[in-house]
């Protein structure tokens, strides 16, 4: 491909709005174009990654028996309210204006939808159904460039089994080609459990890149290679440190407190002798939920331990429930279900609310005072806890979610009437999985782990082209005759190569703008070396330098590009 020819706009400066690597270098390389907050136009060199990944992943795919869809990205809506899914997405679905219509930000109904319709028997299944394809999320605050935009490419797969069993088969099917995937671009990559949100079902895992631009938070131990997503990652956890004697209950008076730190620091106490109050609606009745100190709630690990439909009470609720508005509530004597965090089993001399505004209550021993407490692990992690399984410490990072694997199970083949009869004519609901993968993040990704000050650095397993052949002077006829030679030869030899034959653009601008592309060979024809017959081939990655003879080059970069 000659850049002569090609549309791309190189900039030396990127708008003030990206900030992260990824963008930054995505725009001045003259990969993408906004159109709106969140919504990018792909330009030649970007669209050339993402249908190199997306061959990648189709590669993947085929080989464990997907079979390739294309589905509408416009959907009626109702298919999505026998889901209950319009409510689960709230304002992030995109719907039309006159609102029979939603704009897919994935595809479980349709593919359930086709399911019910034609899988009739045992015999029809196991299936694997996927599609890459646009997709919709109305993104309150679109940002990161194309990691979080409201149109994207996606990757995604289902899974259709008769029994869990199968479920278990196609899952792991996914998680294989998943590694496959991600290891072929050259990506460094983690896996952590994950909690399945709006997408429901029995489990799910994540594929994650560390990455300081990373909106999700994960624990990781680098002994043992555990990994979660802190909304569901778990630590060793001791018993509280009881002291040896217990005091009596006493009521205290502390007007205008309203915090564990203003508690702590009006009696002179640690904050780990403070028990944190607060009230959750679950299944419309209220529960008292007790915390250490001043560790939050981790609503996930909450909904996962109590089960159905779980909501933090409003504040105008408070005082119905508990006598006290928040900061001065409390569990000794209360009539709620109360139940609370590990890092409190066993505790005793703890402050927490009276159930009367400006008291709290002293001396609270949880194994005298509060019969019928439950425990549940309901923390976040935090950086230092011991590894639940090996009991190193644990990392607590910032990573990009690349692709994300749920196991479904019958939420959608139940709600949609996707049923099969088997070898006793008995009819049985669908078993489902769903598998998403970001496209446009793998490219984000790639960029973010390999880039330096002067631009990109593409790894060699998906360079947008394998050898930049740049001339220094084109208005030399030498040199324009030998790099119109090396590029016809390139190509026979099924080389990809771009080739910079731009004549009336200086040398220094064609180095910084393929020190910008990162292309990981650059072969550079110039008069000095060129009077020796002979080229040089620079190393885009490690900076390094070669002279070869011209005659051997091409055997050169053969061996070079089997190396890279």
Not at 136 to 162: A, C, H, T
Not at 163 to 172: A, F, H, P, T, V
Not at 482 to 491: D, F, G, N, R, S
Request: hydrophobic share 40%.
């Amino acid at each position: 491909m000659r850049l002569s020819k090609v549309f791309i706009p190189t900039t030396k400066e990127a708008p003030a709005d990206a900030v992260i690597p990824s963008h930054i270098l995505m725009m001045r390389a003259g990969m993408i174009r906004p159109l709106a907050a969140g919504i990018y136009s792909f330009l030649p060199l970007g669209y050339r990654m993402i249908k190199k990944v997306c061959e990648i992943i189709r590669r993947e795919m085929d080989a464990i028996g997907g079979q390739e869809f294309h589905l509408p990205a416009l959907n009626p809506k109702e298919i999505w309210e026998k889901t209950n899914r319009v409510e689960a997405f709230g304002d992030t679905l995109f719907q039309v204006k006159n609102r029979d219509y939603v704009l897919a930000p994935t595809h479980e109904e349709i593919i359930t939808q086709i399911a019910a319709d034609h899988i009739k028997s045992y015999r029809d299944l196991p299936q694997i159904w996927y599609q890459i394809q646009t997709k919709f999320r109305n993104e309150p605050r679109p940002r990161s460039g194309v990691i979080r935009g409201r149109q994207f490419l996606m990757k995604d797969s289902y899974s259709l089994d008769r029994d869990y069993e199968g479920l278990d088969k196609s899952y792991e099917l996914h998680a294989e080609a998943y590694r496959k995937i991600f290891s072929a671009c050259g990506l460094k990559f983690f896996e952590v459990g994950a909690s399945s949100g709006a997408m429901g079902g029995t489990g799910s895992q994540e594929f994650m890149v560390e990455s300081e631009a990373g909106e999700d938070t994960c624990a990781i131990c680098d002994n043992c290679g555990y990994a979660a997503n802190v909304e569901v990652a778990k630590a060793k956890v001791k018993d509280y440190p009881r002291d040896e004697k217990s005091e009596e209950l006493h009521e205290i008076h502390t007007p205008n407190i309203r915090t564990i730190d203003e508690l702590a620091e009006f009696l002179k106490i640690s904050t780990t002798k403070c028990a944190k109050s607060r009230v959750y609606i679950h299944n419309g009745s209220p529960v008292l939920v007790l915390m250490l100190g001043n560790d939050e709630v981790n609503e996930e690990k909450l909904v996962a331990a109590l089960g159905g439909k779980v909501r933090p009470a409003h504040p105008d609720e408070l005082m119905e429930i508990t006598g006290a508005d928040a900061g001065s509530i409390g569990p000794v004597n209360s009539n709620l279900r109360v139940i609370a965090d590990l890092k409190l089993r066993h505790a005793n001399n703890m402050v927490s609310g009276a159930n009367k505004n400006d008291y709290h209550i002293g001396g609270i021993d949880f194994d005298r005072d509060l019969p019928g407490i439950e425990y549940f692990d309901l923390h976040f992690v935090n950086a230092g806890d011991q590894c639940v399984q090996c009991g190193s410490s644990l990392r607590i990072v910032k990573a990009i979610e690349l692709g994300h694997i749920f196991k479904l199970g019958t939420k959608y083949s139940e709600a949609l009437g996707a049923k099969y009869l088997d070898e006793r004519g008995e009819e049985h609901p669908i078993v489902m999985g769903s598998y998403g993968i970001g496209v446009e993040r793998i490219v984000a990704c790639l960029i973010e782990q390999n880039h330096d000050e002067k631009g990109i650095i593409w790894p060699k397993e998906i360079a947008p082209f394998k050898i930049h052949l740049l001339g220094v002077n084109m208005k030399n006829e030498e040199i324009k005759n030998t790099c119109e030679k090396l590029y016809y030869e390139m190509q026979e030899n099924d080389m990809e190569v771009l080739y910079d034959d731009r004549v009336d653009v200086s040398a220094g601008v064609k180095f910084n703008d393929a020190d910008l592309i990162g292309i990981p060979l650059q072969v550079i024809v110039g008069e000095k070396n060129l009077a020796k017959n002979k080229v040089e081939i620079k190393y885009r990655a490690s900076g390094e330098k070669k002279i070869v003879e011209l005659g051997m080059l091409i055997r050169t970069l053969q061996d070079e590009l089997y190396l890279l």
